[in-house]
């Protein structure tokens, strides 16, 4: 599959379609009108009759442009229940699509689990069971993912959002948003990676998405969300996840005016892709991230007094505040500066069942740190070398 709506790589795209069609392979050039962001690769085998499956899911193009500046994740299984949603997904691209059981895909499945997982939240607060969720994007637009998470909010989920780009949430303010925390890092590499991390009472769940929170990602593409199911896989994205949230140099905290502030412990110095660059084996492995983190762990927002409201009392929230104008985006994602590639680890094949696990004060993942390459290199424009906080992306 070439999208042909790929913004400046059509031509690169029908190069390479047509190479592959000699070649004898099937090329689809996308569907009508949805474009086909979703990044999935797949590989079937018949081995004494049987079909095995070998899966790679990520939040990135496979691209050699952008693998060299862009951090993603890629999740490499052999996970039997996945394989079998891969097929059903490709499927779908011709015809009618078959149910998937543990891939969420938009424009259908993906924004109503979604709600469903946020909600879950804030009912486990209520109950005083464990609730918290983290979630990085690259941008935070749509308005029901807004209101749901200030809903949560009010019902006592701490929520943590590491947000890129461009986010209609203002943390810190009181009846929304008092337990939410808004922070954004912007830096060597473009963070690029969707990784959605749910306390669930205590059985953290993990999901790895192509998609951000915003109505195009999530009303009018193809994208897939899925589950980091092997608890040392999780444990590896929960770790990242935690590394970033903790960056000294590079973070900036959202304020309730919606400025950004540096973080309070600047001169700490602790810089999250550096970190990656030299360590990324001892930060996947849980345990391993270096002690002067725990340190930095303090949760940024006072505690506040148990809220013994039920989630159907809680505040309404004004249509007017969440129905925010999706902001204009530039064509491309942009970093300030080239630098290499940060070193890949391939996942092992994953296994199901969920392990009981705390959500730390942050989440990380990760089996590959960049996207698998594509093709012949394009030339790099302007747009590609100059960085702004709250660009987002338009592939």
């Not at 952008?66 to 999740?75: C, H």
């Not at 991390?197 to 059985?203: I, P, R």
């Not at 590959?368 to 660009?391: C, D, L, V």
């Amino acid at each position: 599959m070439f999208d042909a709506h790929a913004r400046f790589d059509e031509e690169n795209n029908l190069y390479w379609g047509e190479r592959l069609s000699r070649a004898g392979c099937q090329v689809k050039y996308g569907v009508p009108n949805l474009k086909v962001h979703s990044k999935i690769a797949m590989i079937e085998r018949n081995v004494d009759g049987k079909i095995l499956r070998t899966l790679h899911l990520g939040t990135g193009n496979y691209h050699d442009g952008t693998a060299k500046l862009y951090t993603d994740f890629g999740l490499l299984t052999a996970d039997v229940a996945l394989g079998e949603d891969a097929a059903a997904y490709f499927r779908g691209l011709d015809d009618e699509q078959p149910p998937m059981k543990e891939i969420y895909k938009s424009p259908d499945t993906m924004q109503p689990r979604l709600l469903e997982l946020i909600h879950r939240e804030a009912v486990n607060a209520q109950l005083g069971l464990p609730a918290g969720i983290f979630a990085k994007m690259n941008a935070l637009t749509d308005p029901k993912i807004a209101k749901a998470l200030m809903e949560a909010s009010c019902a006592g989920v701490h929520i943590r959002l590491m947000v890129r780009g461009a986010c209609c949430i203002l943390p810190g303010i009181k009846g929304y948003t008092e337990k939410i925390e808004v922070r954004s890092i912007v830096g060597r590499h473009l963070e690029h990676a969707r990784a959605f991390a749910f306390q669930n009472g205590g059985l953290t769940e993990v999901y790895l998405s192509s998609a951000d929170w915003m109505q195009r990602n999530l009303y009018k593409r193809f994208e897939l969300m899925f589950p980091v199911k092997a608890p040392e896989t999780r444990d590896a994205v929960l770790n990242v996840l935690d590394l970033q949230w903790n960056d000294t140099e590079k973070c900036r905290h959202r304020m309730s005016d919606g400025s950004y502030h540096v973080s309070p412990m600047h001169e700490a110095g602790v810089n999250a892709q550096e970190e990656m660059l030299k360590d990324a084996d001892g930060i996947f492995a849980r345990g391993r991230v270096e002690s002067r983190l725990q340190e930095l762990a303090e949760q940024s927002v006072p505690q506040q007094e148990d809220d013994q409201r039920t989630v159907s009392s809680l505040p309404e929230i004004p249509a007017d505040e969440t129905e925010v104008r999706e902001e204009t985006m530039t064509d491309t994602e942009t970093v300030t500066e080239q630098s290499t590639e940060p070193a890949e680890k391939t996942e092992q094949p994953e296994t199901a069942g969920a392990e009981k696990t705390d959500l730390p004060s942050s989440d990380g993942e990760t089996s590959q740190k960049t996207p698998a390459k594509r093709g012949r290199p394009r030339k790099k424009n302007s747009e590609e070398t100059n960085s702004h906080h709250n660009n987002a992306e338009q592939e």
